[in-house]
Structure formats: C-alpha cells, structure tokens
C-alpha cells in the first residue's frame, strides 16, 4: 500500500489536488451572462430596411487560410477572378484563439466570442451542453421564419444544431489522411441541392483541406489540387446563382473556420492560425463596384485585404438577410455591405439596429454603467476612448447628434461614422471582458493547493536530508520549474527544461557512479564496472534521440526531427526498428510468461497481431510512411478480413488476459518480479497500440534506458527522481506540448465502434501520456526491494505535482490580464490538471497501489 | 550536472577512517605563492570577461569568424595565466612542500604524505632543486614543455571530447557543427590548458576529473565553473525575445567563461578550498544511519 505507508498526509494531500483545481477552475473560466432567448423585429425595423438576398450558401472550408484564396500561389483562380469583377468581396476574418473548429462555428453563427471552455468541449465533441440549440444564431433566426435549412460536411454542425437542419449528411474526420473521401461526400450533393428551391441556407463543411494541413503542412503537394478542387465547388454554385431564377438573390459566403501554421496544426495564436480567409459572393455585389486586384503577393502577416472580426459575419448575414442580429452577437456590421441599400436611412437603420443591439449585451454584462446623457461630461472628460468609458462616451456622442437637428440627408453621414465608432468600442469592450475573474475563488483555489503541498512537505523535508545531494536537486528542480510558469515562452517551450534538467541528473548520477568506482577501487574491482563506465554515455545518447525525435513546443516546432523529416525518406530504417521493437517486446512477454507452451505461443501470437493492427492503422492513417517500404509489399498480400476496430479488440482483450493472469500467478509463484513484470510486458504492447507508429521506436529507446538504469541500481528516491523527470522529458519525446493542438486524437477509436467519452478520454489520454504511463510502471520493477519501506514515493511526487499546480495556478492568477493568457498560460493549466489528476493521482497513485499488491503478498 | 550541489552542500573532506593511502589523490593545487603569480591570477578572469564583454557584438554579428579570431589569443592568455600563476606538472609537491608551515596544512589536510603519481616519477626532487635555485633556462624549459604538451592536449583530446558532451548535452547535431567545435575549443581551453599543465596525464587525477572528484582548488575550480556556467547558458535560448545573441553557441559561450572566472575566484577561498564533494556516503556514516 504505497500511499498508506507514507501516510495519512500525503493521502490527504491527493484528496485535496481535485478540490483545489475545481475550486479554482471555477473562479478561472470565465462564466459570461448570455441572453435567453431569440431576437425579434419590433414593428419599425421590420419594415425600415428591405432584405437585398433571401437565400445564403455558405460553405466553411475548414482551416482555409488567407493566402490560399487570395496569394498568387493559390489554386482559387476562378474565385479570384471573381474578385477581380467585384462579384466577390474579399476580407481577412480574424480568428481569435482558440482556433479549434467548434469554437469558431460557435463564433461565427452566434456572432459572440466562445469561452475558453469550448476548447475542451471540442475535444468531448459529443457533449450536449456545448449544443447552440438554444442560443440565438443566424441559423435559429431562419428556423424561426420559418425556413429550410440544409447541411453537408462536418458533423460538428449536427452536434451544434440538433433538429435544426431538413436534409443533412454529416461527416467525420475519422482518419487525416482522408483527403478525398470527406470532401466528395460533401460535394456530391451540391447538384440536387441547387436544383431545389425549398431551402433558405444551405451549410456545406469541407474537411479535406484541413487533413492536408494536419498531414503534410500548408505547402504539401496535395495542396494544389485541393484548391481546385475547391474553386470548382465555387465554379459550380455561382454558375448556378447566374442560371437558375431561384437562386438570383443568393448569397455565397465562403470563409475559412481558422488558419494554419506552418506545420499544418492550428489552435494557438499565430498569424497563419488566426487568419482564414472570407468572401461574399453574388452577381449582385457587382453594383458595389469594388473591382479588386488579384491574385497578391504573398504577406508575411497574411492581412489580405481588408481584416474583419469573425464575428461581423452575424450581423453582416442578419442586415442582409433582413433577419434580427442574433442577441449575444459581438460583431460588427462591415460598412462595405452598407451601398447595397439606396437610402441613407436605410443604411443608418442597419447601423443603429447594430449598436443598439450591442448596447444591450453592453447593459447585460455591465449593469453598474449608466448609459444616458448624465454620463456624457464625466466619460468623455477622462479622455478615455476604449474600455468601458470609451464605450460610454462614444454612445452620448451618438445621442448627442441624435438629438441635434440633422437633415435627413446628412443623417447618415453625420451619425454613421458615430454609430460605427461606438460599435468599434463596444465589440473590443465585449470582447476584453470575455473573462470574469473570480479572484476569491482563484486564491482559494490556490491556498486549498498550497495545503496539499504543506502536509506533504514534511515527510520530503525527512527524504531530502536523508539523502542530501539528491534532496538538493530535487529543491532546484522543483522551484526551477514553478518559476518557469510565470514565463510564457518557458511555459510553450517547457520540453527544453526537462531536457536540460534531465543532462544536469543525468550529470548527477554520472558523479555519483563515478564516486562509489572511485571509493571501491582500491577494496574489489566487481566486473559490471567496466561497462558501467558507459552507462551514463548511453543514456546521455539515448536521450539524445528522445530529445531530437519529435520537435515540440513553439520556437523549434519546424525544425527538423525524426519522426516527420527523416522517417518518411528512410522507411526501411523506420519499418527495420518498428519490427526491432515489436520482436523486442513479444520476446519481453514471451519470457515473463510462465513456462507453458500454450501460453508462451499467445504471446507470440498477440504480438504479431498488434503488429499488424499498427501496420494496417499505419496504412489507413499515415499512408506516406508505406509508400516504397517493404512493408508495403507485405501489406498486399494480407487478406482484408478484419476491420481495424476487431483487431484493436482483439489485443486489448489478449492483454487484459494477461494482466489478470499476473494477479492470478502471484499466488503461486516464488519469484515476486515475475507478476509485476507481466504486467509492465502488457502495458508495454497496451501502449504501443496507442502510439503513433513513428513513436513505437522510442519503447526500445526506453528498454535500452531501462535496463541501463537498472544496471546501476539506484537508490529509492534516486528512482523516483529519475522516473519524474523521465515521465515528463517522454511526453514531451512523443510530441506532447503545452499547445492544445498538439493533443494527439489519432489512436483514441482504437477498439471503438461508437462514441463513448470515457472510453475515448480514457484511449487519448493514454495515447498522449504513453510513455510517463510506461516510466510509471518501470519505476516500480526499478525500485530496489529492500528500502520500500523507508522511501516513500508517493509523498515525493505528490510535493512535486502539487507545488508545479501551485505554480501554475499562481501564474494564472498573478497574469490574468497576460496578453497571452488564453493561448499559453491556460492551456498550460489544462494541461497541469490532466498531469495532476490523470497522470499523478490515477496512474501513479492508485497505479502504484494497483502493482504493489503484485509483488508485496507472496 | 550537480547544480548547486558543488558549491553549497560540500562535506568536510577528512574523515580519518580512509586511510588516504587508499586513495593516492594529487593534493589540491593552489597559485604560486610569489607577488606577480597572486595579482595575476586576479587579474586573468577579470581580463577573460572585459575580452569576452568586448567582443560580444562581434560575437553575436559573425559567430564563427570571431570565435576562430579569438582562439590564439585566448590560448595565449590561458598559456601565460598557467606559466605565470600555476606550477607546472610534477612540480606539484615541490611547491606543497616549499610552502609548507603556512595555512595550506590546515586548509587542506588531506593533502597525503604519500608520494604523488606525477608525470614523470624520476623528477620532482629534481625540478624542486631548479624551482629554489634562480629562474635559468632549464627553469624556463620546465614551465614552458608542460606548457606546450597541454596546448597539445587541449586542442587534439579535450576539444573533440567537450564538442561530443556538448551534443549529448543537447547541441544540434545536424547543423552548427563549426559553432558546436569552436565552442568546444573555446571551452577546452578555458578548463583543460590547466588542468593538463598542473597534472599532466597522470591517470587518477584525469579518473578524478571525470568522476568529478577533485578536491577544490582554482585549476579545479575554474574547469568545473566553465562547465557549469555553460549549462546554465543554455537557460535563456528558449526565450521569446528574438535577440540575434540567443542563437546556439553564444549564451553557452558566455556562460562558460562568467563560469570560469567565478569558479576560478571562489575556489580559492578558504571555505571551499581543497574541500572534496561527497557524493558516495562512507562506511562509518552508513553504519551510523542505520544505527539510527
């Protein structure tokens, strides 16, 4: 019983880690009141302004990006002559973080600015609380007049709008290397749908421009053709909005969801991420005459054109559709759209309807301001021209001019600009207080973490001046680590510190091997020190290949590394360790088998088929890695017989066999590594299945650290130390960051026919955290026998685990106001609370109660 | 490596149950006790970092180039630094002894009584008879031979050695290789010219260096700072500030040498002095926990 040896306080302590974390979660997510309800016309706007189209296709391309339209390399030449002619209006629609699918859907249908909690909800994509079925968005503003909506592409729109939508066919990017089958599902539609008249909106959501991103970059070769294929969607609808007389008044949007960056992952805050590119199409804008060049040359900054908020779409649909602007929306109507109405009056009407609308989110989330005539002299004297004030000084001028006597003619001129002002203001107030910090709950948050380090400090207090040097590094490395997280580029760069840290221990136990050589010398040269000499070189080396194997983080992110740049040139190289490995870990599990045959040759027998699932996944996932290997020769003589899900199926329930074999055997057998060791064998092939297949190599880079490591029989805390910094420094070797784009989906359906959140939270997380979960489990066959009862490693890791989330709890509250807040230091707490909950108090602690009652009762 | 270990957490050295002929350690080495050797060895750092402070901007313009400008120049400095303040190798007891009497007895007890492993065992009596006599040409040939063979020895062993740490150390491997060696070079020469010049390549002691067992004193000293100063430099390339000067071997650089000279000073303080870092618990203090 690990945590009970070391004591009521350090179970406590892990009692109190989810408390603190939800209390402070509470206070950290910003909750914003939303409005109930639907927008509606009272009598005088329904009949000031004249709707100029009744139909909308609006078509996402999911992470098109600027210059994929706009840039002279780009493949939208039919769209670009469209632009060319003025029936296509060119903007930049700025994507603010996160830029995940799901946020931005919310953003450019409610008009609002999604909660960074939509980022995790994106990930649960089934979670119905995430539903918009009852906000207020464009698409419930036509329901509710009545229309016909239609949807193809990306399912996320099922999810978003249940019962929303007439006819739909969702699909799901199951597998990125699906560059063509997402999208022809989409496309095969189109022809029908323009033939039909009955609909309002049509929604289509390509998907395969995205895959391509994920799969190969913005500058893949299948990036060319995707465009194309693209500009001949666009081809087919606006030739159809020429011809047929149903679709006259339509109007075309095509935007991007998000950008990408230069890797193809989006999520972050970069330019390339936050960039995609918006159009509105319709013979009719030729009137507005804005004849624009294209194609441009390609901009760093990639502001093509002119660059609007996401959320100006809503209001932008809504004056034109003549619909309500939905309640929560903080967009701003784009005035290019205003000269598609005659009269000045009309176009003031869309403005004011505009700023009063955004008044009333203003009234809603600032009840203590006063916007009346009172207020004009005490904000507009402070000079203030943003924020609260600028909001409420730019709304008295326009009462003010209100007010005064204007003509009608110069109505528009005089107030529009006002009224256009003040929206300006009001959006970026809106928009800058998405976050309502609780500080109170924040700092309690804090403390009730701060306990949890204090109850456990003693006991680490007694470990670190039993062993001194060890103790010391152990201080360094924690305090080096917490007030890393008050520094945004450390925070996105944190796998440097624990490569680092990781040389200095390795230094460490280098010195202290070379110490006890040194003091033995003279009394018995034991035969092992002559090769343990090279102990420390090999894991200096082998570390070196973890470091270089996956480039992570932000600054590095592009350079070149194993996994992506030098695998798919050599896929010998590649298939030749992938096989090393799997022949390594079936020789592991053959030999930590009893002695019967029949079970000896299961083993055997499961290896090869998770060998095969690995291939089979790798073919239907990461085709490049095939392409001129002799696996790939192999591959097609296989008979197709199983689907991947029974396969995957199939090994897990070979493996949970085995696990509970190990708690079987225990009883009978002397030896008490044996059941352990099954178990690590296991969950070694377990984790393997949940790899990437360009990470299955580093298990064997693991084994060689392993058993170098063994070899120099450390001392406890020497072991718990090691395996920490060896937990964190493999996450971040699989191609783990602090980014949440970086969170790897890919093997989180193996074995999954449908959706299930814990079965799939469960399959991620063990696919991200691969190799903390397998250093978690050697610490324990690492560990020597005879002090266990001394050490206590659950106390050591809980006091590191705590104090990093006092740290990081302490930054997010310390920096929230950071401009970098949303996009660094939050989803580093995220990413804390799953090492803290998931990583620390599932698998190490309960983990660790799990094994001891492996080997302890013989 | 160690971190702060070394510096805060050193162990009383004597401990009177290992007998110290167990280990024939070379005793520490201090600088020579004359006026010109003790202002120089002062002055030696301080010049190291005004150089490196002055050639920064060249530094970070055109890494390379200055960096292979600056070698001659350092391994001349470092040259004379261990001719003027340093004993040469072999010569070590000589010099123990001729300042015996004075504090070194007590700063540094473990020196042994028995004979040092020297490079050449025939010659201390020897040198130590030149090194009373008047500064002659054979006195001058004795500085000046050690003198060579550890520019030998830096340049042809300890650089391609610290250029292998430093990649396994994280430096990239693929590109910046004239960086990764003249870094290196720059780093032997900073901590090995007096490290092979006071010891030669009397085997134990070279053992001891690896195994980061020396007891303190300033050769030691300063070859353990540079490396350690080197690591810390690694600590601000991850930053976001996009200065020309994070690029890879600059910080190390500079760390290494700011490493060098404070490891160079603080050594020779009596606090630290000839003091060894205790890794290893010895038997009695084993016995004693246990007992505990």
Redesign the interface.
């Known amino acids: 019983m690990v945590i009970l040896q070391c004591g009521w306080a350090t179970l406590f302590a892990n009692l109190l880690l989810p408390v603190g974390i939800l209390i402070f979660s509470s206070g950290f997510f910003p909750y914003k009141p939303l409005l109930p309800g639907l927008a509606t016309f009272n009598e005088i706007d329904r009949n000031a302004t004249s709707p100029v189209f009744d139909k909308v296709i609006f078509m996402v391309v999911d992470a098109l990006r600027s210059d994929f339209v706009y840039s002279n390399e780009s493949g939208f030449l039919f769209t670009q002559s469209l632009i060319r002619e003025g029936a296509a209006l060119p903007f930049t629609a700025h994507a603010s973080s996160p830029t995940v699918t799901m946020p931005r859907l919310k953003a450019m249908t409610t008009g609002s600015v999604p909660s960074f909690l939509d980022v995790i909800l994106n990930i649960a994509e089934s979670d119905t609380s995430s539903t918009l079925a009852y906000q207020d968005t464009w698409l419930a503003q036509l329901k509710a007049r009545g229309d016909q909506l239609v949807m193809y592409g990306d399912d996320t729109w099922l999810k978003l709008f249940p019962g929303m939508f007439d006819r739909a066919d969702g699909t799901t990017s199951f597998f990125v290397s699906d560059f063509i089958e997402v999208d022809r599902n989409v496309t095969r539609h189109v022809p029908h749908e323009l033939a039909r008249s009955d609909w309002s909106a049509m929604i289509m959501h390509y998907l395969g421009l995205d895959h391509i991103g994920h799969k190969s970059g913005p500058k893949s070769p299948f990036m060319a053709s995707k465009h194309q294929e693209m500009d001949a969607v666009v081809n087919e609808i606006y030739t159809a909005m020429q011809q047929k007389s149903h679709l006259q008044s339509t109007l075309f949007v095509l935007c991007g969801d998000h950008g990408m960056n230069d890797a193809g992952n989006h999520g972050g805050s970069s330019a390339g991420e936050t960039s995609p590119a918006l159009l509105f199409i319709s013979p009719k804008l030729q009137a507005l005459g804005a004849q624009l060049q294209s194609p441009i040359e390609q901009l760093d900054d990639l502001q093509y054109y002119q660059t609007v908020e996401q959320a100006d779409i809503t209001p932008t649909l809504a004056g034109l559709l003549g619909m309500p602007i939905p309640l929560n929306s903080l967009g701003v109507f784009i005035p290019e759209f205003l000269d598609m109405w005659d009269s000045g009056a009309q176009k003031l009407h869309i403005l004011g309807r505009n700023a009063q609308q955004l008044l009333n989110t203003i009234k809603a989330t600032f009840p203590n301001s006063a916007f009346d005539d009172d207020t004009i002299a005490s904000s507009c004297a402070s000079g203030a021209d943003s924020g609260i004030e600028g909001a409420q000084c730019a709304w008295a001028q326009v009462q003010q001019l209100r007010s005064s006597n204007i003509s009608a003619d110069e109505a528009f001129s005089m107030i529009g600009p006002a009224l256009m002002r003040f929206s300006r203001v009001a959006q970026d107030v809106m928009s800058s207080t998405a976050s309502n910090y609780d500080v109170s709950r924040l700092c309690l948050g804090l403390m009730v973490t701060a306990i949890a380090v204090l109850l456990v400090s003693r006991t680490v207090f007694h470990e670190c001046t039993?062993s001194?040097?060890t103790g010391?590094?152990l201080v360094?490395m924690i305090i080096g680590y917490g007030s890393m997280m008050f520094?945004?580029?450390?925070v996105?760069?944190e796998q440097?510190f624990w490569?680092?840290i990781w040389?200095?221990w390795m230094?460490?136990l280098?010195?202290?091997f070379?110490?006890?050589?040194?003091?033995s010398r003279?009394t018995a040269g034991s035969p092992p020190a002559r090769y343990a000499a090279l102990a420390t070189?090999g894991l200096?080396?082998s570390?070196?290949f973890l470091?270089?194997w996956n480039q992570t983080?932000?600054?590095f992110a592009a350079e070149?590394d194993i996994a992506r740049k030098f695998f798919p040139g050599h896929p010998a190289v590649f298939w030749g360790l992938v096989i090393l490995t799997y022949v390594d870990a079936g020789r592991h599990l053959f030999k930590s088998l009893p002695s019967v045959a029949l079970l000896r040759l299961s083993a055997l027998v499961l290896t090869a088929l998770a060998f095969m699932f690995k291939v089979n996944f790798a073919a239907a996932d990461s085709p490049e890695l095939l392409i001129d290997s002799f696996i790939s020769r192999a591959v097609g003589t296989w008979p197709d017989s199983f689907s991947l899900v029974w396969q995957a199926r199939l090994v897990f329930g070979g493996l949970a066999c085995y696990v509970l074999l190990a708690f079987f055997i225990q009883k009978r057998s002397g030896n008490a590594r044996t059941p352990s060791t099954l178990f690590h064998e296991a969950l070694n092939l377990f984790l393997m299945m949940q790899s990437r297949a360009t990470n299955i190599p580093l298990f064997l880079v693991f084994r060689v650290q392993a058993m170098i490591l063994s070899a120099m029989s450390l001392e406890g805390i020497q072991v718990t130390v090691t395996t920490l910094i060896l937990q964190y420094m493999t996450f971040f070797a699989f191609g783990g960051s602090n980014a949440i784009s970086s969170v790897d989906l890919s093997s989180a359906y193996n074995g999954i026919g449908s959706y299930s959140v814990i079965l799939v939270g469960v399959l991620t997380f063990v696919s991200n955290w691969a190799g903390p979960i397998w250093w978690a489990s050697m610490s324990n066959l690492l560990r020597p026998q005879r002090d266990s009862g001394v050490h206590s490693p659950a106390a050591l890791s809980t006091f590191h685990i705590a104090a990093s989330l006092v740290s990081v709890m302490a930054a997010c509250t310390a920096l929230r106001t950071h401009l970098f807040i949303w996009t660094v230091f939050s989803p580093k707490y995220l990413y804390t609370i799953a090492w803290a909950t998931a990583n620390h108090v599932a698998v190490n602690m309960l983990g660790g109660i799990g094994l001891s009652y492996l080997p302890a009762r013989k | 490596m160690a971190s702060a270990t070394p510096l805060s957490a050193v162990n009383p050295p004597s401990s009177p149950s290992q007998a110290p002929a167990e280990k024939p350690s070379a005793p520490p080495v201090n600088i020579l006790p004359s006026q010109l050797a003790k202002v120089y060895s002062y002055v030696h750092p301080v010049l190291l970092l005004t150089l490196c402070a002055a050639r920064f901007q060249a530094l970070v313009q055109d890494t390379v180039q200055e960096l292979l400008r600056d070698l001659p120049w350092l391994a001349l400095l470092q040259i004379s630094y261990v001719v003027l303040c340093l004993p040469p190798a072999g010569s070590t007891q000589a010099i123990e002894a001729g300042s015996d009497g004075e504090e070194k007895k007590k700063a540094a007890p473990r020196s042994p009584s028995s004979p040092a492993v020297a490079l050449r065992p025939g010659k201390p009596g020897y040198r130590r008879k030149q090194h009373t006599g008047k500064h002659d040409w054979s006195g001058a040939w004795a500085k000046l031979m050690p003198a060579f063979l550890s520019l030998t020895l830096t340049s042809l062993l300890a650089t391609p050695i610290l250029a292998v740490l430093l990649v396994l150390f994280g430096a990239p491997l693929t590109t910046h290789n004239p960086e990764t060696v003249l870094c290196a070079a720059h780093m032997a020469l900073l901590s090995a010219t007096a490290l092979v010049y006071v010891h030669g390549v009397d085997g134990y002691v070279w053992k001891e260096v690896w195994g980061i067992a020396r007891p303190v004193d300033p050769v030691w000293g300063s070859a353990l700072g540079t490396g350690l100063g080197a690591w810390f430099g690694a600590i601000p390339i991850p930053l976001d500030w996009d200065r020309p000067w994070q690029a890879f071997p600059i910080t190390i650089l500079v760390g290494a040498y700011i490493g060098y000279a404070l490891g160079s000073l603080i050594s020779r303080t009596p606090l630290l002095y000839g003091k060894r870092i205790q890794f290893v618990p010895t038997e009695t203090e084993e016995t004693e926990k246990k007992t505990n």
């Open positions: 039993r001194a040097h010391v590094f360094f520094a945004s580029s450390y996105e760069e440097q490569y680092w040389s200095g230094f460490y280098h010195i202290r070379e110490a006890s050589r040194l003091s003279s070189l200096a080396i570390q070196r470091r270089r983080g932000q600054k070149p």
